[in-house]
């Protein structure tokens, strides 16, 4: 039940979070509410605004509906069917809030076409961006530092080698995303110059602050194995506070920019305005064959998108889209594998263990000890590997002793053997395990009668 709560505890935020940031949407930042741009006349207009209402009011009670869904969910036994339901609600999450959105950003543009409100049809607005001052890179040195601090705890421990390497490498990816995902256009709202430095410069300025934080929250995150080696409970609440604390930081900081922007682009929908509606398809998808851009700063917010008119960006958008609708489809194929059998085969001067594409390979001559044990250690701890309904295989710990485990825990009892190395393997199976280890015990004597035992002892 723990690991269950945890689960949905992961994941049960996304629907307010996303539902928050929806509604937000409705509030007019940069002349902006839900992708449509209206001049002061619009923002004021009765049909506008009651528009709005009830698309805020449709966000919220799908907020309501995704809540309540979760509640079948803690009722699920079968891990795989709670995989798969825990999956679909997630993918449900994701489309379902795009609905609302397009209905109203189509709605909005309709009745801006009702009304005669085009803008910027004859005219553009150019601002000389040589005149705002660029904000300094953060130097690379500010992430190295982290990058490096995450990978310390290998000097101590090797057994979550590969924790260390993965928040060290997302240092990395984040120093990428820093450096080279944001795209360096202004914020152009009207023809005022000092507007348009003081929103880029916000925006550049809290771009920069995400990233460093998040490394340096992830280089903390590296030691939740080295502090909790011994108690994966402790080391997997380490791991989702942090991670919720790194998002928390992250939409903390969206949210404040979309305040900043919203206060300070009040009343700047007069005169000549940037009005660039065409160029976002249902105000969510931006689709300009004339920027040569890959990567673009949404329109209000900190995030960044792709340009669909680039093969490029309907490329990796294609491989977001299939990824995501395939997502609800790994809980019956991973279902499908772990059924399959767990086969021990005695084949030459070897010990062969196999399961699906994992397959263990013990050289009788390498054994220093084999014995039949009725219970698995009550402290195994997963390093990598799974721990799937009815099957162990992997690398687990206990106290501390390491061990590679392939068992159907339910069907015992299990040959653990050890090698001359000091390595440690426990197999089991549904079948004959008594006769297994019969069979492997006769053989390991044989060869070690081959190689030790006198001529008159061999015959």
Sequence with gaps: MFYKILMWASIC??????????????????????????????????????????????????????????IPGIFISKFWILLTYWLVWVDLTVFLYAIPFYLCNRDLKKIKREKGWVYNATHSVSIDTTTIPKLKQLSPFLFIIPCILSLLPLIWDRTFYM???????????????????????????????????????????NWSKIWLIASWLTAILSYSGLLFINNQVLALVLVLGLSTAICIEAVAIEIKIRKM??????????GVIVDEDDKWIGGMIYYNPDDSKLIVNERVGMNTTMNLARTSGKVIMGFILIFTLAMPFIGPALH?????????NVTGEEITASQGITEYHIKFSEIENIELINELPKDLVRINGTAYEDILKGNFRSGKENMILLVRP?????????EKNGKVFVLGFRGDIRGKFEEIKENVKLINCNTKCSPQEKI
């Design 163 to 205: 924790l260390y390497i993965v928040s060290s490498l997302s240092i990395l990816i984040f120093w990428f995303i820093y450096r080279y995902l944001y795209r360096n256009r202004s914020e152009t709202v009207n023809e005022e110059k000092d507007l348009t430095r003081v929103l880029t410069q916000i925006r550049h300025y």
């Design 13 to 70: 935020w996304i629907a307010p979070l996303m539902g928050y940031l929806l509604v937000n949407h409705a509030k007019f930042k940069k002349n902006i509410a839900v992708g449509v741009t209206f001049m002061e006349e619009g923002k004021r207009d009765a049909d506008v605004i009651s528009r709005l209402n009830k698309y805020k009011k449709q966000v919220k009670m799908l907020t309501v509906l995704l809540l309540l869904a979760i």
């Design 336 to 344: 499908i594998y772990y059924e399959k059998p767990i086969e021990i």
């Design 410 to 418: 339910d069907y015992k009892p299990f040959i653990k053997i050890t």
């Design 261 to 270: 922007q919203e206060n300070l682009t009040k009343g700047s929908g007069t």
